[in-house]
Every structure is written in structure tokens, then in C-alpha cells.
């Protein structure tokens, strides 16, 4: 059997039948074992919280290569140093019934136990590429989820402003640590060292 989801409806592929089931009298109802079972049949981008779930966007190239630049730029930094970066799809478990799934995942020890197979119970860094659908979500609604799960450190790369803005916890909250525009390195204050050229970045291919 195939998942394939497509908001409000899942369509369930069999051989010879095609069924759709409309999620929105569902949502509310999910639980976390149903939506871990839910996002194990499928690689969209599913996050979960008390019950509702929504599904992200598909990922652009764009999207991709911006991801892709920042993963290997962080994986060259942190790897030598004992850490590890991962990448979307992953589930982060912010608190309990809460699930995000962020597009970069950093812990500065790579056998951190909350480094857990299905999914992760924390990190040390997160980043966002903004998506277009809905910019909010990663600009106004993220920084909330990843401070409830008091992540040090977030970036939230604005392909839409041409800007990296990185965001560090701070009395159960995030402040900003740098907006960064073309022509600047952006850089860390949790990874001492690291910092990546804005134009490298927003130009990645």
C-alpha cells in the first residue's frame, strides 16, 4: 500500500483502488501514535501538535540547495568537533504531543542521547528556509515552538528579504543575535567560529 498526502485529503493507493479520506473532521483527533505511524508511510513534511496536524509544502529546488549549502557548511564545522547536522524529513519532539520538523538539525555531540532514532528529543540548533506559502510560519510561528523546546540557537534563512536572522534563547525567549544581509557572513554565537556568506548562501544552485 502507498500513502500519498495531499491537504485536507489522504489518498490510500492500492493496486486496484484509490480511496480519499478528508483529514478535516480528523483534525483534533490524531494521536502521537497515529501520527508517528502516519509520517513513517510517506516523506512529506507532516508536524503534529495536541492532536492537529499540517502538512508543509513540498520542498523547491531552490529550497533544496539553500538546505543543502548550510548542511554541508554546518557538517564541515561541527563533525570535526564531536557534533552531527541532519536533515529534514526528521521529526524534533518539542515537548510532549508537539512535533516539528525543522530543515536542519544540529547537536554539538554527535552520541547526544536525545539523538533517538525515530526522532530526536532536542537539539542544540534548528533552521528554517522560509517558505513562500506561508512566511509566518517560520518567522512569527517558529521562534515560539523552537523556544518552548529551548533550543539555543535559531536560523531562519528569508530567501523572500534576502536575509539570515539568528535568533539565540534568552530567558525563555529568543532574541536576535544578527540579521545578515547580502554582502555580510552570518554568523553564530553558539558554534564560536562559524559563520557563512549570505551571498554563498541565497545563490546556492
Not at 508517528?36 to 507532516?46: E, K, S
Not at 506561508?134 to 535559531?154: M, V
Not at 534563512?157 to 536576535?176: G, S
Amino acid at each position: 500500500m502507498a500513502v500519498e498526502l495531499k491537504a485536507p485529503l489522504l489518498r490510500m493507493v492500492w493496486p486496484d483502488e484509490v480511496a480519499e479520506i478528508d483529514l478535516a473532521p480528523l483534525q483534533g483527533l490524531w494521536s502521537v501514535e497515529q501520527y508517528l505511524a502516519l509520517t513513517n508511510q510517506t516523506n512529506r513534511l507532516i508536524e503534529y501538535t495536541d492532536g492537529l496536524i499540517e502538512i508543509l509544502p513540498m520542498p523547491t529546488d531552490k529550497h533544496q540547495a539553500i538546505s543543502l549549502f548550510l548542511l554541508l557548511s554546518l557538517l564541515a564545522f561541527v563533525r570535526p568537533r564531536g557534533g552531527t547536522v541532519a536533515y529534514a524529513p526528521l521529526r524534533l519532539a518539542v515537548r510532549p504531543g508537539k512535533f516539528r520538523e525543522p530543515d536542519l538539525l544540529l547537536l554539538l555531540e554527535a552520541d547526544d542521547p536525545r539523538r533517538q532514532n525515530e526522532y530526536w528529543l532536542g537539539a542544540d540548533l534548528v533552521a528554517e528556509i522560509v517558505s513562500p506559502d506561508r512566511p509566518k510560519r517560520d518567522t512569527e510561528e517558529k521562534p515560539l515552538d523552537y523556544a518552548e523546546a529551548t533550543i539555543p540557537e535559531y536560523w531562519i534563512v528569508n530567501p523572500l528579504t534576502e536575509t539570515v536572522t539568528v535568533l539565540v534563547f534568552r530567558d525563555d525567549a529568543y532574541v536576535e543575535h544578527g540579521l545578515f544581509r547580502r554582502g555580510q557572513q552570518a554568523v553564530s554565537k553558539l558554534l564560536e567560529g562559524f559563520s557563512v556568506a549570505v551571498d554563498s548562501l541565497l545563490d546556492a544552485r
